[in-house]
């Protein structure tokens, strides 16, 4: 039973296609958001992790308010 992990978004992907830099990641388990990170390298502790299989995604949003959703792992 994992009981904590960290989940990161890579800077590469924290970037927009409109070279604005990211200012905040936020990170969701089937789709309840579990936390946000506004500091690279981007990462949250999930702690308390129960036994399961989880769709994890992140959405990285830029100052302009644009999104961009990484692929669900």
């Not at 992907?13 to 500091?39: C, M």
């Amino acid at each position: 039973m994992k009981t904590a992990s960290t989940i990161g978004m890579p800077d590469r992907r924290a970037k927009a296609k409109d070279s604005i830099d990211r200012f905040r990641v936020e990170f969701f388990r089937d789709g309840t958001k579990l936390g946000e990170d506004a500091a690279s390298p981007f990462t949250f502790a999930w702690t308390g992790v129960p036994s399961g299989n989880y769709a994890l995604t992140a959405v990285a949003t830029d100052s302009q308010g644009l999104t961009s959703l990484s692929p669900t792992v």
